[in-house]
């Protein structure tokens, strides 16, 4: 059956480390086909295990297929939601691991069909190495995983992206693109930035050599992050330039505030030291609680790619073909998650 | 034999582990003595396998004892230096862990008499979490300790200091305090002001509630930094103001740098984050070799802890009491480690 299908379309780090987590489920029901602009990539992720067949091209990836899972650079996302939609069946589910969501959600529903069914995704997880060698299929054991549907996307199709999330140990996390690109440069993208430019303020100096040989793990954990792949870095940037910025300002501020501490004398920066150490043990024991949408229960990973894909999804996929968009349904489901709609 | 005699100054995590270390080594001809300003330290060190011995006082450590480990914050190391004059044998060996060295080393010249050795010690490792619970005999296992002998420290107590370094599986780098404390300050010490920025920015803003939810490895990792022992933390901020300020000064101007390749557009910042990922992962590919000291070949644990401690260092003692100091020998060694003697 060929709609039993899911196609990863960039198979680095987080797309063949999906792909593994996909492979791994017993009594699975569906295909797992890859496909990266470098071929090398494709090669080794089926090489892992962590798919059933590489595929040649876009066209070969699509066709037929019932989940699309975009793992590439935001930047790149873009051609690749106005190139997919001529090969997608109706009723197709694309979801994406895009780290910025305000974008990707524009052009999904800028270039796709009412047919195609967009749920944004951005899994809180990763490593500063890219590539699949380093994937596993643990990547995503215990993350939140934020879930961004979009106002068009119905209710199954939100199930089919909770039921992968879940199947890959991860929690969903239901949050507004917006929000999610605010707080995203908080926790993720100015600690980037903050990673780049210790590294760099020690390499580009004189005592480099001496300085390095002096750094232990605490170096090594702080400029983690500079390690990362720069396109995925660059293209995080510019698409959420406004949040990053404003979020760099407010660094730059604490660092200030830090100063004046050292001005104020040993009692303000041990206040300072204090309070922090108080407030991060406290996040560490006690990380504040995930909102569970009222009335709403993420179905179980059987409940969504297992039942879905064993056969259901072929059901659905006849329906979504001669049903109306159901409208009023998805209305509430977004109420019920405190999703608003898109602007006009 | 009396002087065969380990005292450890502060059972918290850095003691505490150096405490496992020693007392995991077979046929090990000294007796391990721990003593903690606060008792419940010492008691849960010794609970641990990591003492043989609690004391009491500060005198009860020291009387006797031929190697004294300084493991608490660095100003408090000051008055500890002054204290235990009285009771120590003459030839007895002190060392530190303290994260500065200038001041210590001139508190160590100040204190101390003749017939006492200082040899300044940093072992590049740790953990955010302090205390004994958090101890562990591997945490110096691959480490760099950086190695600051005072200049009136003989040949013989530096080696002994370098046995206990590579006994405890760390590799020795002799520095230049004042250097040190320049490098440190680049790889340790502002990276910890960075993550209390970081962790700050977020905690203090309205959304910490909401971002929080969102945030994953990289935000624990770059943050870590900030749950470390506040006290130990002020400590190092007094006692290495300057060069911290200075990096400080420079970390700040990195981060207008990438707010300029903001500025100046995508392939800027493709550049930037491009360079940085070659650079770092050169480092952690190829990390810079270290400086072997010509002509001196550290002492296998064999030779010094080992060797000095079983029945050696008694003799070293009584020698040490009866010869006058070796001045001339010590100024060879200083020479061949590139060790500056210290201002008059």
């Given at each position: 059956m060929a709609q039993s299908r899911i196609a990863i379309i960039g198979t680095g780090l987080i797309g063949t480390s999906i792909g593994l987590g996909l492979m791994?489920?017993?009594?699975?029901g569906y295909e797992v086909v890859g496909v990266d602009r470098d071929r090398s990539n494709s090669r080794q992720a089926k090489k892992m295990g962590a798919l059933d067949r590489e595929a040649g091209s876009l066209e070969e990836a699509a066709e037929g297929t019932g989940l699309v899972i975009i793992a590439i650079p935001v930047m790149a996302a873009r051609q690749i939601l106005q190139n997919i939609v001529p090969y997608l069946p109706p009723g197709a589910i694309i979801t994406d691991v895009c780290s910025t969501k305000s974008d990707i959600m524009r052009w999904a529903a800028e270039f796709l069909p009412e047919t195609i069914h967009f749920v944004g995704g951005h899994p809180m997880a990763g490593k500063e190495t890219s590539g699949p060698?380093?994937?596993?299929?643990?990547?995503?054991?215990g993350a939140t995983w934020a879930v961004t549907p979009s106002p068009r996307a119905d209710e199954q199709a939100v199930a089919v992206v909770l039921g992968l999330v879940e199947s890959l140990g991860a929690t969903p996390l239901y949050i507004d693109p917006a929000e999610h690109d605010q707080y995203a440069a908080a926790v993720s993208h100015v600690p980037l930035l903050a990673s780049v430019a210790l590294f760099r303020m020690i390499r580009d100096s004189q005592g480099w050599e001496d300085a390095s040989l002096l750094s232990g793990p605490g170096f090594r954990d702080l400029t983690r992050?500079?390690?990362?792949d720069p396109m995925m870095s660059r293209d995080i940037m510019t698409t959420n330039r406004e949040a990053v910025l404003h979020w760099l300002g407010r660094l730059q501020n604490e660092l200030n505030t830090i100063r004046a501490a050292f001005d104020a004398g040993n009692d303000a920066l041990l206040d300072l030291f204090s309070s922090t150490q108080l407030d991060r043990d406290a996040f560490i024991t006690n990380p504040p609680q995930r909102r569970v949408p009222e009335g709403v229960a993420p179905p179980s990973a059987q409940d969504s790619i297992g039942r879905l894909f064993v056969g259901g999804l072929y059901d659905r996929l006849k329906e979504a073909q001669t049903r109306p968009a159901a409208k009023s349904d998805d209305a509430g489901l977004k109420r019920k998650l405190g999703i608003r709609d898109e602007e006009p």
């Open positions: 791994s489920r017993k009594d699975r060698a380093n994937a596993s299929a643990d990547l995503f054991r992050l500079a390690s990362g």
